[in-house]
C-alpha cells in the first residue's frame, strides 16, 4: 500500500517512502521476533499470494507475553493537550489495569511520532490507539512505519477525530474506513446508537439500543459495506445537520485491514464520554481483539465476503425442466432444495379463460428439486391445479394454484411432503367456487417423485374463484409438530378505491367477493387467516390449545368460529416463517392499493410484517399498521362513510358475515409500510382517531421506503457453531430476521433486530441494516424475491420469480448467497494471554 501523501509529496517522494517502508519493515520484523508484540499468520490476509521477506510471517508470542498498547495522540496544531486527550489516555490506562487477568495491558502514551520510525520500540506493541485531532500527524516516513507495523499483524484503533489525521493519505483513509464531512454538529448531542452486532467483543455486552451523548460525525462516504459495521446511531434522535447520512449512519466498525485488525469508533469525542461504563465496555472490546486476546469477525457484513450464484439455468423452450412460476422452497436436512411452481405456463401453452370451458384455468403446479451434491434439477411431481389464467383484469385473473410446500419434521425417516394448492378437479364452474387442500405425499425413495397414490388430504375449505385475488400459501412448523398455514383474505383488490377491502357489493350468486369481512375479519372462515394444526400419523389432525378459538364459540347458533385459526385479520400473507428455538410466527402480507392516506376513508396501502408470539387479530380489514382504524362502510350505500372502526373493540356487521360480530382486538404489528415511507404515524384525536394529512406524517422507520411493494418475510438466521460448511453466514446474523418485498426498487431488504419484551405487542424493530448488497438486486441480480431461507449448510437459498406475472420467465431462479469470508481473526493460534 502507497504511504503518498498527495500532491505535497510528489510521485519522487512517494517512491522513497515505499522504499523506506519495506526496509524498515524489515527491522520491524526484526524487533517484533525479538519482543514478542506482533504475530505473524494475520499479516497473510494480505491480498498478495507471495509475501516478500519484509512481511514474513511472525512467531506467536508465549502465552504468558506482556500485552502492551501505545496510545499515539500527536497534534498536528500547537497549544495545550485536549482535556478530551487526558480522559481517553487515563480511560484506557485504567481499562488496562482493571480488566480481568486475561484481559490486562500495559499503556504507554506519547505525542511523539519518531515512535513510528522506532522499529524494536514499535514491536513491542500489539495495538497502537489514535487519539490524535485532525491534520497531517506523521510525515512519510512515520507513515511507512505504521503501515509496515499494520502488515507485520498489527493493531489499529482509532477514536473519533482520528478520521481527521493524515487527510493526504489513501492509506490511512482505508485504515480508519471513513472521512468526516464538513459542516456536521459541534456540539454533544444526545442520541440513540443502534448497537447490531451482538458478538463481537466491542459490541456484545452493550445495549442494543444505547442512549448517550456526543458529537456525532458525518461522512463524506457512507462506509457501510466496505467496513464491518457494528453501531449506529439513529438520526431521528438528534440534529445531524445537512449532511447527514440517513437511517444507516455508521459510528462503529472494524476489518481486517492490510494485514492487520483496524477498530475505528466515532465516539468517545467528549472527555465525559470516557467516564462512561458502557462507552470503556466498548473500547476494551474493541481493544481485545486489536491486541489478539479475542477473536472476532470483522468481515460479516462486508459485501465482498459473500457470493450469490444463480442454480439454475433458463428453462428449455416449452418446458419447465428446470422451474416453474416460482412460489416457495424449503430446504431438505440432506441439503436438497424443494421448490414449487404455482401452476402459469410459458407463452407456448394456451390459457383457457372462458368458463364455459371445462378446462377454464388448469394448470400445472410443480415440485421441482435441486441437489447440491449433483449441482442438477428433477422434477420430483406435478399436481393438476386451478390458477392459469394469466393476466388480465380482478375478473381475469386469478392467483390459486400451487401455493406452498412443507417437509415433515421427520422427512428424513419417512418422506412426507406436505402441499397447499387448488385442485382442478375441485372448481365448481356454476358457482365459481373451488376447493383450497392440504395433502400429505410421500416421496417414493427409489424414484424421487412424489406417489400420487399416496396423497391423504388433511384440510379443505372453499375459496370464490370468480374473482382475483389474495391466495396466501405459506407453511412453517413449529418445535411441538403444529403445522401454520397462511391463507388470503379470497377477495377483490378493487370496489374500495384502494382502502378497507369492506364493500359489501358486487357479490356472485350470494358470496361478497369484494368484502374481506366475509373471510379475514370472519371467525367462522378459514380465508385470511394463518392456520394452526396439528398433523397425524393417519391423516387426519387435531387442534393445538392455544388457538385463537376453539370452534365451539356460541355453539347454540350452530358455531360461529373455526378452531384451526391462530391468526385472523391479514390479507395476503404470502410467506410465513417459524423460529424452532422460540416459536415465534414470522409473517407478511401485502396491504391495499391506495398511494396516499384518506382523511375519510383511512390509511394508504400498508405492506405488513409482525412478530407473532401468541393467537392474535391483526386487523384487516378493519384496523392496520400500528391500529390505525378504516372507516365502516355498509348497505344501503356502501359509497357513504359510516363511523370509523374500533380497534379494541372490532364488530363485524357486513351482511356476508357467518361468525362472531364482536371480534378480538386488535393487535398491533411491527413494521408497515406505504409509499409515504417506514411506519407512517399521525396524531391522533380524543377519540384515538389518526389525522391521516400527509403533512403530519410522522416515519418512524426511516429505512423503509414504499411505492410498488409487496412484502415477502424471510427467515430468522440460526447460526449452528457446531456445523462444519464452510459456506455458512457467520453468527454476526444469529437472531436476526429477515424483512424484503418482492420488488427491488427502494423497497427493503433487510436484517432486523426486535426486542423480545414488546416484539408481540406491535414493538418496533430496534435495529435494522440493509442486505441489497449482499442479496443482490438490479436487472443481474435477485430482482423479483419470492421467497428466501436457509438451508442446512447455513447458506441463504432465494427464488427470484422472474420479470413477468401469471408466466414462467427466462429470468425465474433459484439462487444461492454463500459466505466466503473466512473464520474470525485472528487465527486461534495467535492469541495472546488468556484470551478466547
Not at 435 to 464: C, G, H, I, M
Amino acid at each position: 500500500m502507497s504511504g503518498s501523501k498527495g500532491a505535497p509529496t510528489g510521485p519522487v517522494r512517494a517512491g522513497a517512502a515505499r522504499r523506506s517502508r519495506r526496509r524498515w519493515a524489515a527491522v520491524l520484523v526484526t524487533g517484533a521476533v525479538v519482543s514478542g508484540g506482533l504475530s505473524g499468520p494475520t499479516a497473510s490476509a494480505r491480498p498478495d499470494p507471495a509475501p516478500s521477506p519484509t512481511t514474513m510471517s511472525l512467531p506467536s508470542p508465549p502465552g504468558g507475553a506482556k500485552v502492551r498498547v501505545l496510545i499515539y495522540h500527536g497534534s498536528a496544531s500547537g497549544g495545550e493537550e485536549s482535556p478530551v486527550v487526558n480522559a481517553g489516555i487515563a480511560a484506557i490506562e485504567r481499562i488496562g489495569l482493571t480488566g480481568p487477568a486475561g484481559q490486562r495491558f500495559a499503556v504507554t502514551a506519547t505525542g511523539d511520532p519518531a515512535v513510528f520510525t522506532d522499529a524494536r520500540r514499535l514491536g513491542r506493541f500489539h495495538s497502537v490507539v489514535f487519539l490524535t485531532g485532525g491534520g497531517d500527524v506523521l510525515d512519510p516516513e512515520q507513515e511507512a512505519g505504521l503501515e509496515a507495523y499494520m502488515e507485520a499483524g498489527g493493531g489499529f484503533l482509532g477514536v473519533h477525530d482520528a478520521a481527521r489525521a493524515e487527510p493526504y493519505s489513501d492509506w490511512f483513509t482505508g485504515l480508519i474506513g471513513a472521512r468526516p464531512a464538513d459542516g456536521g454538529p459541534v456540539s454533544a448531542q444526545r442520541a440513540t446508537v443502534e448497537v447490531g452486532d451482538r458478538v463481537h467483543p466491542a459490541t456484545k455486552d452493550l445495549p442494543v439500543r444505547w442512549k448517550r451523548p456526543d458529537t456525532w460525525l458525518n461522512w463524506e462516504k457512507n462506509p457501510s459495506g466496505q467496513v464491518h459495521t457494528l453501531a449506529r446511531v439513529r438520526e431521528s434522535t438528534y440534529k445531524p445537520g445537512a449532511g447527514g447520512n440517513g437511517w444507516d449512519h455508521p459510528v462503529s466498525w472494524c476489518r481486517d485491514y492490510d494485514g492487520g485488525r483496524s477498530f475505528y469508533t466515532a465516539m468517545g469525542g467528549t472527555a465525559d464520554a470516557w467516564d462512561e461504563t458502557d462507552f470503556r465496555t466498548h473500547v476494551r472490546g474493541a481493544l481485545r481483539w486489536t491486541n489478539r486476546q479475542a477473536r472476532a469477525d470483522c468481515k460479516a457484513s462486508i459485501t465482498a465476503s459473500y457470493r450469490a450464484e444463480r442454480l439454475t439455468k433458463p428453462n428449455q423452450p416449452g418446458q419447465h425442466d428446470q422451474i416453474g412460476e416460482p412460489h416457495g422452497l424449503v430446504t431438505a436436512p440432506d441439503g436438497r432444495v424443494f421448490y414449487i411452481g404455482r401452476g402459469g405456463a410459458d407463452s407456448s401453452r394456451p390459457v383457457v379463460t372462458d368458463w364455459a370451458d371445462p378446462d377454464i384455468g388448469k394448470g400445472e403446479g410443480e415440485i421441482h428439486v435441486y441437489d447440491p451434491a449433483t449441482g442438477r434439477v428433477s422434477l420430483a411431481g406435478s399436481v393438476t391445479v386451478f390458477g392459469n389464467k394469466g393476466g388480465g383484469g380482478e375478473l381475469t385473473k386469478n392467483e390459486e394454484g400451487l401455493l406452498g410446500i412443507e417437509l415433515d419434521p421427520d422427512f428424513a425417516d419417512n418422506g412426507w411432503v406436505y402441499l397447499h394448492y387448488t385442485p382442478h378437479a375441485k372448481v365448481d364452474r356454476d358457482k365459481r367456487i373451488a376447493q383450497r387442500y392440504v395433502s400429505r405425499f410421500t416421496l417414493d425413495r427409489a424414484t424421487n417423485r412424489l406417489a400420487a397414490s399416496s396423497e391423504k388430504v388433511l384440510l379443505s375449505w372453499p375459496v370464490q374463484v370468480h374473482s382475483c385475488c389474495h391466495a396466501g400459501g405459506g407453511m412453517a412448523w413449529d418445535s411441538k409438530g403444529n403445522l401454520y398455514i397462511a391463507t388470503g383474505d379470497n377477495n377483490s383488490s378493487g370496489f374500495s378505491d384502494g382502502y378497507s377491502g369492506n364493500n359489501p357489493v358486487p357479490e356472485y350468486k350470494g358470496v361478497g367477493f369484494a368484502d374481506a369481512r366475509r373471510t379475514s375479519g370472519n371467525t367462522n372462515n378459514l380465508n385470511g387467516k394463518i392456520l394452526r394444526i396439528h398433523p397425524e400419523p393417519d391423516g387426519s389432525y387435531t387442534l393445538p390449545a392455544g388457538n385463537l378459538f376453539t370452534g365451539r364459540e356460541n355453539a347454540e347458533g350452530g358455531g360461529k368460529t373455526r378452531g384451526e385459526i391462530y391468526v385472523m385479520g391479514v390479507r395476503n400473507p404470502s410467506r410465513i416463517f417459524v423460529d424452532r428455538e422460540t416459536d415465534v410466527l414470522y409473517a407478511g402480507w401485502v396491504g391495499p392499493d391506495a398511494g396516499a392516506p384518506s382523511t375519510t376513508w383511512g390509511p394508504a396501502k400498508y405492506d405488513t410484517f409482525a412478530a407473532i408470539t401468541k393467537a392474535s387479530n391483526r386487523g384487516w380489514p378493519f384496523c392496520m399498521g400500528n391500529n390505525q382504524p378504516y372507516r365502516d362502510r355498509n348497505l344501503p350505500d356502501p359509497a357513504q362513510p359510516l363511523g370509523w372502526y374500533d380497534c379494541a373493540k372490532p364488530k363485524n356487521e357486513s351482511p356476508h358475515n357467518d361468525g362472531l360480530v364482536n371480534l378480538p382486538p386488535v393487535t398491533a404489528n411491527n413494521i408497515w409500510y406505504s409509499p409515504q415511507g417506514g411506519a407512517p404515524d399521525y396524531p391522533r384525536d380524543a377519540n384515538g382517531v389518526p389525522s391521516y394529512r400527509q403533512a403530519d406524517t410522522e416515519l418512524l422507520l426511516p429505512w423503509l421506503k414504499g411505492g410498488a411493494q409487496a412484502t415477502m418475510t424471510g427467515p430468522v438466521y440460526r447460526y449452528d457453531a457446531a456445523g462444519d460448511s464452510a459456506v455458512k453466514w457467520p453468527a454476526y446474523w444469529d437472531g436476526k430476521w429477515f424483512v424484503g418485498d418482492f420488488y427491488d426498487g427502494d423497497q427493503p431488504r433487510n436484517a432486523v433486530l426486535m426486542d423480545e419484551a414488546t416484539q408481540g405487542e406491535g414493538g418496533l424493530p430496534v435495529h435494522a441494516e440493509s442486505l441489497k448488497k449482499i442479496v443482490p438486486v438490479g436487472a443481474d441480480g435477485i430482482r423479483n424475491l419470492m421467497d428466501w431461507k436457509f438451508g442446512p449448510d447455513g447458506a441463504l437459498y432465494v427464488l427470484d420469480y422472474g420479470r413477468g406475472f401469471f408466466t414462467s420467465d427466462p429470468r425465474s431462479a433459484l439462487w444461492r448467497v454463500t459466505y466466503r469470508g473466512g473464520g474470525p481473526t485472528p487465527a486461534a493460534a495467535d492469541l495472546v494471554g488468556k484470551g478466547q
